[in-house]
């Protein structure tokens, strides 16, 4: 829980009494790898820091599982549209390795808007990272050719290729298995 007060400190100091709060409303949850944190269909009630562990967030096309997001240590996690809307989401969130995540419900999380103003900063500077961490993913899947999107990858979070299997990182890429294979070989 210190590592999360410790990240949420870093965006902007946290009064004596939001920590207080938080200590006393905050819980933990620990996932085994290939437990589901959300399933689709269902509404993602809570949102998460990972203190330890990986998990991915994806969706179904035509019988296949997409991936759309990869977390790690350190990282907030929620299905964002079915968080904010409080609506069935249209993804799954699964453990890729035994985690420890620290949560709160939404209603919870609106509570301490309304009573801490400060952490209506911190949650806009939170939201402004993933927002822009998406854009760049996104830049790249619709407008860069294989190689140059596994080199992104490579660039941004290269512990992932040691972390997540290739058929999950082909998935999350927009390509094969057998083009993610040809690519690592080249890179």
Known sequence: MEQLLNYLSAIHPL???LKEHL??????????????????????RHICFI???LLRCFYLK????VSSWFMKE???IISVESFYQQK??????????DCVLHYIDYNELQNIYRRFPEFNFIGRVITEKYYGLSEKRLY??????????Y?????????LVLRVPAKYLASYLGITEVTMSKVKARA
Not at 62 to 65: A, N, Y
Not at 140 to 149: H, L, T
Not at 151 to 159: G, I, T, V
Request: glycine share 6%.
């Open 151 to 159: 080199d992104f990858l490579m660039k941004n979070d290269s512990e």
């Open 15 to 17: 009064s004596d009494g």
């Open 74 to 76: 350190g990282d907030v």
């Open 88 to 97: 069935a989401s249209y993804e799954s969130i699964q453990a890729l390795e």
């Open 140 to 149: 790249a899947i619709r407008m860069q050719r294989s190689q140059e999107r």
């Open 51 to 53: 203190e330890k562990g």
């Open 62 to 65: 035509d019988d296949l599982e």
């Open 23 to 44: 200590r006393s409303i905050l819980k933990t949850r620990e996932l085994h790898k290939k437990d589901f944190l959300l399933r689709a269909g269902h509404t993602c």
